[in-house]
C-alpha cells in the first residue's frame, strides 16, 4: 500500500536543510536552493517529503512546515500532470486529514494545496473531495469546521465556474443552502467564511443561488450588526454586488439599505468603510439612483467628504511629512507600466479639434497612486465624482456649505480635502460652480504656495479640472497667472508636486492650445529645466508634457530659439537609452508629437531617429520568428517597442513629408510594414495603416510597387469589430486612391462591399463612419463607373456623417467624387437629395470648381422636377438650409 510510505531520514534532514536556507535574505543562497529544488524535482517521492513536512513533521517549527507546503504547491502548478498516481493519492490523502490542524497557518497552507490541486482539473478527478468537506463543516471540533470552510472558500474563488457546470452534476444545489446555515454560527470566523463562499456566486447569477436569494438576503440582514469586521465587510461586498444582479430584489428595503450603507461608510474598521462606500460608486450606475437616493443627500454628501480627508497611514505611507525629496533617486518599482495608445486618424470637426472618442481616461482621481492602490480617500471622491455627474447642481446645495469651512481651514488636512472636493464635483456641477469660480480660481492659485506638499499637490489636480472655464475668461485675468504659478510647480523641490503639476499642465495645454504661443520661451525654458531636475519617474511625465504642448502648438514651436532649447536634451536622452529600454516608448511618442509640430524644423534630428525606429521594428519582428520557431528557446519580444516606433515614423511622415523620401529609398521599411500589415496583434497592423496612409502622403514613389500586394490585406482588416485597426486602414486606402487615381481600378473590389457595409452599420463610432465616408468618396472619384452604382446604398449615411466636418482637403476630394458619381448615376441620389442638399450647405468656403460641381447638381436636379415640385420640395428644409442654399447656390 502506498500509503504506507516512510521517509529516509537522511532525505528528510536534506529537505529540511534546504527549507532553513530559502528563509535567507541573501541572493546568492536563493539561487542555489532554486537550483537544488529544481534537480530534487526529478525524484518522484520528492514531494511525499514536502507533504509529510507540513502535514506530519510536528517537531519543526511552523513556518518552515508551510513553506514546505507552498513549495509543493508551486510543483503541483508546474508539473502536477508528471506526478506519479501514487504519489498525487498520498498528497490527496494527507491533506484531508490535516485539514483541521491546530495550527491556523497550517490549516491555511492545507487549503491553498488543496484548491490548487482542484483547479488542476482535479474536481473530476477527486469526486470525493467536495462532499467529505462539506461533511466536515459538521464537524463538532472547531478546527476541523474551520479548516474544511478555509479549503471551501478559496475552492469557490478559483473554480466557481466548474462549480456551476454540469461536469460534476452541480454540487452547488447542495452547497449553497449548507453555507446559508451557517451563517447564524456562532463562530465569527465562520460566519465570515460562509458569506465569502456564497458571494462567489452572485455576480454569475448562479441557478442555485438565485433559487435561494430570498433567504440569503433575509441572513444577510440579520448579520448587519454583526460585531465582527470581517463579517460586516462581507455583508456589505454581498450587497454591493447584489445591487448589480438584483436591484429587483433589494428595492423594498432599499431605504434601510442606504440608511445602514451609510453607517458602514463610517465604520471604525477601514476595510469595511471601503467595502460599503463601493457601494455609493455601484448605485449611481443604476437608472433608480436619483429617484432612491435624493432623501438621502443630506446625510451622505457630508461622509463622502469626510472619507476625502488623508488617514493618518496614508500620510505615513505618502511620507506627508517630508517637504523635499527632489534629490532622492526613485524606488523603480514604484514607476507604473505604461501602456502606449497606438495612433488612430481622425477628421477635425467644426468648432475644435479632432474629438477623442474615449478621452475620459485621462484625470481620473489618481494624485496619489503610490499608496495602497484603492483606499476610503479614493473610493469616497470617486464617488462623490458620480454622484455629482447624476444629481447635477442638486448636489452643491449640501456640497457648498462644508466647502465654504473646508477650503479655508487653518488645518492643512482638512483644507486639502476640501481642494480635492472641489476637484472631485468639477465635471458634474460645472455649471453652478461658474459664479463661484472668479473667487475660488485665485484662492487656489494661492495655494499652489502652501507651505505643504499634499496641498500644493492636489491643487494642482484641481485647476486642472477647472482649466477649461479658465481658458474661456480673458488670458491675463486667470490662464497667465495659473501658468506662472504652475510652471513654479513644476520645478518644486517635492516629487509628488512636480509629477502632479507637470500632469495639470498636460491638461492646461489641451484646453488652452495655440493661446500659449505667447507664452511659449517661457514655457520651454520651464520644461527643459526640468529635464535637469528630474528623477526618473517625473522625467517620463515630462516627455508627455513636452509632447503635449507640441500637440496644442503645432507649427508655432518651429522657431529656430525654440528649437535650440527643446531639442539637445531630447535627442541626448535619446542616445542614452538603450534598445530594451522601456522609457524609450514616452520618449518615442514625446519626439513624434514634436517631429509633426517642428515640420522641417526636425530636418537636422531625423536621420539617426528615423533609422533607430526602423532597427526596433525590424529587431522585434527577427525575435517574434524567433519566439515562433522556438518558443521554448527565445522568448516572445515586446511588440509596444515596435508600435510606437511605427507610430514615431507616422510623425516624421506627417512633419517631414516629402522631406523623408531619401531615407525611405534608403530603408527597407516597406518590406517590414508588408509584415507588420499581416502581424496577429491588431495594434500592430493599427499603427503599420496609420504609417501607410502617411507615407503614401510623403512619397508614394516608393509605396507604389508594392500596392498590388499591400491591398488585399488593407481588404481584409475591414472588421469593424477591431475599430481602429479597421479605421486606419480605412484612411489609408482613401490616401492611396488619390495616389492611384484610375489606376485603382482593379482593387476597388476588393474593398467596396466591405466600406459599405461599414457605413450602414448601427453603432458605428463617428471617426470610424467620417473616415469611411470620405474613403468611399475618393474611391468615386477616382473610379466612377466602378462606385457609382452603388450610390444609393450609401447616399444617406454619406451624407450625415460628412457634414459636422470642418472643410479641409479630405473633405474636398470626398465631395467632388460623390458629385462625379452624382453625374453618373443621378437616380442614385433622387430619393435621399434633401440630405445631399444638407451636406452641401455644411461648407463654409468650398474651392470655386467644387461650388460650381454643387451648383450644377442642385440646379439640374431643380429643373428636372420643375418649380412646383421644387417649391414642395424645398418646404421641407429647415429655414437655416433653405436660407443657405438659397444665398450661395441660388436654389
Same mark, same amino acid.
Given at each position: 500500500?502506498?500509503?504506507?510510505?516512510?521517509?529516509?531520514?537522511?532525505?528528510?534532514?536534506?529537505?529540511?536543510?534546504?527549507?532553513?536556507?530559502?528563509?535567507?535574505?541573501?541572493? #546568492?543562497?536563493?539561487? &542555489?536552493?532554486?537550483?537544488?529544488?529544481?534537480?530534487?524535482?526529478?525524484?518522484?517521492?520528492?514531494?511525499?517529503?514536502?507533504?509529510?513536512?507540513?502535514?506530519?513533521?510536528?517537531?519543526?517549527?511552523?513556518?518552515?512546515?508551510?513553506?514546505?507546503?507552498?513549495?509543493?504547491?508551486? %510543483?503541483?502548478?508546474?508539473?502536477? @500532470?508528471?506526478?506519479? %498516481?501514487?504519489?498525487?493519492?498520498?498528497?490527496?490523502?494527507?491533506?484531508?486529514?490535516?485539514?483541521?490542524?491546530?495550527?491556523?497557518? =497550517?490549516?491555511?497552507?492545507?487549503?491553498?494545496?488543496?484548491?490548487?490541486?482542484? #483547479?488542476?482539473?482535479?474536481?473530476?478527478?477527486?469526486?470525493?473531495?467536495?462532499?467529505?468537506?462539506?461533511?466536515?463543516?459538521?464537524?463538532?471540533?472547531?478546527?476541523?469546521?474551520?479548516?474544511?470552510?478555509?479549503?471551501?472558500?478559496?475552492?469557490?474563488?478559483?473554480?466557481?465556474?466548474?462549480?456551476?457546470?454540469?461536469?460534476?452534476?452541480?454540487?452547488?444545489?447542495?452547497?449553497?443552502?449548507?453555507?446559508?446555515?451557517?451563517?447564524?454560527?456562532?463562530?465569527?470566523?465562520?460566519?465570515?467564511?460562509?458569506?465569502?463562499?456564497?458571494?462567489?456566486?452572485?455576480?454569475?447569477?448562479?441557478?442555485?443561488?438565485?433559487?435561494?436569494?430570498?433567504?440569503? /438576503?433575509? %441572513?444577510?440582514?440579520?448579520?448587519?450588526?454583526?460585531?465582527?469586521?470581517?463579517?460586516?465587510?462581507?455583508?456589505?461586498?454581498?450587497?454591493?454586488?447584489?445591487?448589480?444582479?438584483?436591484?429587483?430584489?433589494?428595492?423594498?428595503?432599499?431605504?434601510?439599505?442606504?440608511?445602514?450603507?451609510?453607517?458602514?461608510?463610517?465604520?471604525?474598521?477601514?476595510?469595511?468603510?471601503?467595502?460599503?462606500?463601493?457601494?455609493?460608486?455601484?448605485?449611481?450606475?443604476?437608472?433608480?439612483?436619483?429617484?432612491?437616493?435624493?432623501?438621502?443627500?443630506? $446625510?451622505?454628501?457630508?461622509?463622502?467628504?469626510?472619507?476625502?480627508?488623508?488617514?493618518?497611514?496614508?500620510?505615513?505611507?505618502? $511620507?506627508?511629512?517630508?517637504?523635499?525629496?527632489?534629490?532622492?533617486?526613485?524606488?523603480?518599482?514604484?514607476?507604473?507600466?505604461?501602456?502606449?495608445?497606438?495612433?488612430?486618424?481622425?477628421?477635425?470637426?467644426?468648432?475644435?479639434?479632432?474629438?477623442?472618442?474615449?478621452? +475620459?481616461?485621462?484625470? !481620473?482621481?489618481?494624485? !496619489?497612486?503610490?499608496?495602497?492602490?484603492?483606499?476610503?480617500?479614493?473610493?469616497?471622491?470617486?464617488?462623490?465624482?458620480?454622484?455629482?455627474?447624476?444629481?447635477?447642481? !442638486?448636489?452643491?446645495?449640501? /456640497?457648498?456649505?462644508?466647502?465654504?469651512?473646508?477650503?479655508? *481651514?487653518?488645518?492643512?488636512?482638512?483644507?486639502? #480635502?476640501?481642494?480635492?472636493?472641489?476637484?472631485?464635483?468639477?465635471?458634474?456641477?460645472?455649471?453652478?460652480?461658474?459664479?463661484?469660480?472668479?473667487?475660488?480660481?485665485?484662492?487656489?492659485?494661492?495655494?499652489? #504656495?502652501?507651505?505643504?506638499?499634499?496641498?500644493? &499637490?492636489?491643487?494642482?489636480?484641481?485647476?486642472?479640472?477647472?482649466?477649461?472655464?479658465?481658458?474661456?475668461?480673458?488670458?491675463?485675468?486667470?490662464?497667465?497667472?495659473?501658468?506662472?504659478?504652475?510652471?513654479?510647480?513644476?520645478?518644486?523641490?517635492?516629487?509628488?508636486?512636480?509629477?502632479?503639476?507637470?500632469?495639470?499642465?498636460?491638461?492646461?495645454?489641451?484646453?488652452?492650445?495655440?493661446?500659449?504661443?505667447?507664452?511659449?520661451?517661457?514655457?520651454?525654458?520651464?520644461?527643459?529645466?526640468?529635464? &535637469?531636475?528630474?528623477?526618473?519617474?517625473?522625467?517620463?511625465?515630462?516627455?508627455?508634457?513636452i509632447g503635449t504642448l507640441a500637440d496644442s502648438v503645432g507649427h508655432h514651436l518651429n522657431k529656430p530659439e525654440y528649437i @535650440?532649447?527643446?531639442?539637445?536634451?531630447?535627442?541626448?536622452?535619446?542616445?542614452?537609452? $538603450?534598445?530594451?529600454?522601456?522609457?524609450?516608448?514616452?520618449?518615442?511618442?514625446?519626439?513624434?508629437?514634436?517631429?509633426?509640430?517642428l515640420q522641417s524644423g526636425f530636418l537636422p534630428y531625423c536621420e539617426p531617429v528615423y533609422q533607430r525606429c526602423v532597427n526596433?521594428?525590424?529587431?522585434?519582428?527577427?525575435?517574434?520568428?524567433?519566439?515562433?520557431?522556438?518558443?521554448?528557446?527565445?522568448?516572445?519580444?515586446?511588440?509596444?517597442?515596435?508600435?510606437?516606433?511605427?507610430?514615431?515614423?507616422?510623425?516624421?511622415?506627417?512633419?517631414?513629408?516629402?522631406?523623408?523620401?531619401?531615407?525611405?529609398?534608403?530603408?527597407?521599411?516597406?518590406?517590414?510594414?508588408?509584415?507588420?500589415?499581416?502581424?496577429?496583434?491588431?495594434?500592430?497592423? @493599427?499603427?503599420?495603416?496609420?504609417?501607410?496612409? !502617411?507615407?503614401?502622403?510623403?512619397?508614394?514613389? *516608393?509605396?507604389?510597387?508594392?500596392?498590388?500586394?499591400?491591398?488585399? /490585406?488593407?481588404?481584409?482588416?475591414?472588421?469593424?469589430?477591431? /475599430?481602429?485597426?479597421?479605421?486606419?486602414?480605412?484612411?489609408?486606402?482613401?490616401?492611396?486612391?488619390?495616389?492611384?487615381? &484610375?489606376?485603382?481600378?482593379?482593387?476597388?473590389?476588393?474593398?467596396?462591399?466591405?466600406?459599405?457595409?461599414?457605413?450602414?452599420?448601427?453603432?458605428?463610432?463617428?471617426?470610424?463612419?467620417?473616415?469611411?465616408?470620405?474613403? =468611399?468618396?475618393?474611391?468615386?472619384?477616382?473610379?466612377?463607373?466602378?462606385?457609382?452604382?452603388?450610390?444609393?446604398?450609401?447616399?444617406?449615411?454619406?451624407?450625415?456623417?460628412?457634414?459636422? =466636418?470642418?472643410? %479641409?482637403?479630405?473633405?474636398?476630394?470626398?465631395?467632388?467624387?460623390?458629385?462625379?458619381?452624382?453625374?453618373?448615376?443621378?437616380?442614385?441620389?433622387?430619393? +435621399?437629395?434633401?440630405?445631399?442638399?444638407?451636406?452641401?450647405?455644411?461648407?463654409?468656403?468650398?474651392?470655386?470648381?467644387?461650388?460650381?460641381?454643387?451648383?450644377?447638381?442642385? *440646379?439640374?436636379?431643380?429643373?428636372?422636377?420643375?418649380?412646383?415640385?421644387?417649391?414642395?420640395?424645398?418646404?421641407?428644409?429647415?429655414p437655416p438650409l433653405k436660407e443657405r442654399l438659397a444665398a450661395f447656390y441660388g436654389v
Open positions: 500500500m502506498e500509503c504506507q510510505w516512510k521517509p529516509d531520514e537522511q532525505g528528510l534532514q536534506q529537505i529540511l536543510q534546504l527549507l532553513k536556507e530559502s528563509q535567507s535574505p541573501d541572493t #546568492s543562497t536563493q539561487r &542555489s536552493v532554486q537550483q537544488k529544488l529544481e534537480q530534487l524535482n526529478q525524484y518522484p517521492d520528492f514531494n511525499n517529503y514536502l507533504i509529510f513536512v507540513l502535514t506530519k513533521l510536528k517537531t519543526e517549527d511552523e513556518p518552515t512546515r508551510s513553506l514546505s507546503g507552498l513549495i509543493l504547491k508551486n %510543483n503541483v502548478k508546474a508539473h502536477y @500532470q508528471n506526478f506519479p %498516481n501514487g504519489v498525487s493519492d498520498f498528497i490527496k490523502n494527507e491533506c484531508l486529514q490535516s485539514i483541521g490542524d491546530s495550527s491556523p497557518l =497550517i490549516r491555511a497552507t492545507v487549503g491553498i494545496l488543496i484548491t490548487t490541486i482542484a #483547479s488542476k482539473g482535479e474536481l473530476q478527478n477527486w469526486p470525493e473531495l467536495l462532499p467529505k468537506l462539506c461533511l466536515l463543516l459538521d464537524s463538532e471540533d472547531y478546527n476541523t469546521c474551520e479548516g474544511a470552510f478555509g479549503a471551501l472558500q478559496k475552492i469557490c474563488e478559483d473554480s466557481a465556474e466548474i462549480l456551476d457546470s454540469d461536469m460534476l452534476e452541480r454540487p452547488l444545489n447542495v452547497m449553497i443552502p449548507k453555507f446559508l446555515q451557517f451563517f447564524k454560527h456562532s463562530s465569527p470566523k465562520i460566519r465570515s467564511h460562509a458569506i465569502a463562499c456564497v458571494n462567489q456566486f452572485i455576480i454569475s447569477r448562479t441557478q442555485a443561488l438565485m433559487l435561494h436569494i430570498d433567504p440569503f /438576503i433575509e %441572513n444577510l440582514f440579520a448579520l448587519a450588526g454583526d460585531e465582527e469586521p470581517e463579517v460586516r465587510k462581507n455583508v456589505c461586498r454581498a450587497l454591493v454586488m447584489l445591487l448589480e444582479v438584483r436591484l429587483d430584489r433589494l428595492l423594498p428595503h432599499m431605504h434601510n439599505i442606504i440608511e445602514y450603507m451609510l453607517q458602514r461608510t463610517q465604520d471604525q474598521d477601514e476595510n469595511v468603510a471601503l467595502e460599503a462606500c463601493e457601494f455609493w460608486l455601484t448605485l449611481a450606475e443604476q437608472p433608480v439612483c436619483k429617484e432612491v437616493l435624493c432623501g438621502h443627500l443630506p $446625510k451622505l454628501t457630508p461622509v463622502l467628504v469626510n472619507g476625502m480627508k488623508y488617514s493618518e497611514i496614508d500620510i505615513i505611507l505618502l $511620507k506627508g511629512d517630508v517637504e523635499e525629496d527632489e534629490a532622492i533617486p526613485d524606488n523603480e518599482q514604484d514607476i507604473r507600466p505604461r501602456f502606449h495608445r497606438s495612433r488612430t486618424v481622425a477628421q477635425q470637426h467644426e468648432g475644435g479639434d479632432s474629438i477623442e472618442e474615449d478621452d +475620459d481616461d485621462e484625470d !481620473d482621481l489618481d494624485d !496619489d497612486e503610490t499608496i495602497s492602490d484603492w483606499n476610503l480617500r479614493k473610493c469616497s471622491a470617486a464617488a462623490l465624482d458620480v454622484l455629482a455627474n447624476v444629481f447635477r447642481d !442638486d448636489l452643491l446645495l449640501h /456640497i457648498l456649505p462644508l466647502l465654504k469651512e473646508l477650503l479655508f *481651514h487653518p488645518e492643512w488636512l482638512i483644507k486639502e #480635502s476640501g481642494i480635492l472636493v472641489l476637484g472631485a464635483i468639477a465635471e458634474g456641477c460645472m455649471q453652478g460652480m461658474i459664479p463661484y469660480l472668479p473667487e475660488l480660481i485665485p484662492h487656489l492659485v494661492l495655494c499652489l #504656495s502652501d507651505k505643504k506638499a499634499l496641498v500644493r &499637490s492636489i491643487t494642482c489636480w484641481t485647476l486642472s479640472r477647472y482649466a477649461h472655464w479658465v481658458v474661456s475668461q480673458p488670458p491675463d485675468t486667470y490662464l497667465k497667472p495659473l501658468m506662472t504659478e504652475l510652471l513654479k510647480r513644476i520645478l518644486d523641490s517635492n516629487k509628488r508636486v512636480q509629477e502632479a503639476a507637470c500632469s495639470a499642465f498636460a491638461t492646461l495645454e489641451e484646453e488652452a492650445c495655440t493661446e500659449l504661443v505667447p507664452y511659449l520661451a517661457y514655457i520651454l525654458d520651464t520644461l527643459v529645466f526640468a529635464f &535637469s531636475k528630474y528623477q526618473h519617474k517625473n522625467l517620463l511625465i515630462l516627455y508627455d508634457a @535650440q532649447m527643446l531639442m539637445p536634451p531630447l535627442i541626448q536622452k535619446w542616445n542614452q537609452l $538603450k534598445d530594451e529600454d522601456k522609457d524609450l516608448f514616452p520618449l518615442l511618442e514625446c519626439l513624434s508629437s514634436v517631429a509633426t509640430a526596433l521594428v525590424q529587431k522585434t519582428l527577427a525575435q517574434a520568428v524567433l519566439h515562433q520557431n522556438q518558443p521554448e528557446y527565445y522568448e516572445a519580444p515586446d511588440k509596444d517597442f515596435m508600435i510606437v516606433a511605427l507610430d514615431l515614423l507616422s510623425g516624421l511622415a506627417e512633419g517631414l513629408g516629402g522631406n523623408i523620401e531619401q531615407l525611405v529609398a534608403r530603408s527597407n521599411i516597406l518590406t517590414l510594414m508588408y509584415q507588420c500589415m499581416q502581424d496577429k496583434m491588431p495594434e500592430v497592423r @493599427q499603427s503599420s495603416f496609420a504609417l501607410l496612409g !502617411d507615407l503614401t502622403k510623403a512619397c508614394f514613389q *516608393h509605396v507604389k510597387p508594392c500596392i498590388a500586394n499591400f491591398m488585399p /490585406i488593407l481588404g481584409t482588416n475591414l472588421n469593424p469589430e477591431l /475599430i481602429s485597426v479597421c479605421n486606419n486602414a480605412t484612411w489609408a486606402i482613401g490616401e492611396i486612391s488619390i495616389q492611384m487615381g &484610375s489606376e485603382m481600378q482593379p482593387y476597388v473590389p476588393l474593398v467596396l462591399q466591405q466600406l459599405v457595409e461599414i457605413i450602414n452599420r448601427p453603432n458605428t463610432p463617428k471617426t470610424l463612419l467620417e473616415n469611411t465616408a470620405i474613403t =468611399i468618396g475618393r474611391l468615386g472619384y477616382v473610379c466612377p463607373q466602378e462606385v457609382a452604382p452603388m450610390l444609393q446604398q450609401f447616399i444617406r449615411p454619406w451624407c450625415t456623417s460628412l457634414r459636422n =466636418i470642418r472643410d %479641409n482637403e479630405e473633405k474636398d476630394s470626398a465631395f467632388r467624387g460623390i458629385c462625379t458619381m452624382i453625374t453618373v448615376n443621378p437616380g442614385g441620389v433622387v430619393q +435621399d437629395f434633401i440630405f445631399f442638399c444638407d451636406a452641401v450647405a455644411s461648407w463654409m468656403n468650398p474651392k470655386d470648381d467644387l461650388r460650381e460641381m454643387f451648383y450644377k447638381i442642385l *440646379h439640374g436636379f431643380k429643373n428636372q422636377v420643375g418649380d412646383e415640385n421644387w417649391r414642395r420640395f424645398s418646404d421641407q428644409f429647415p
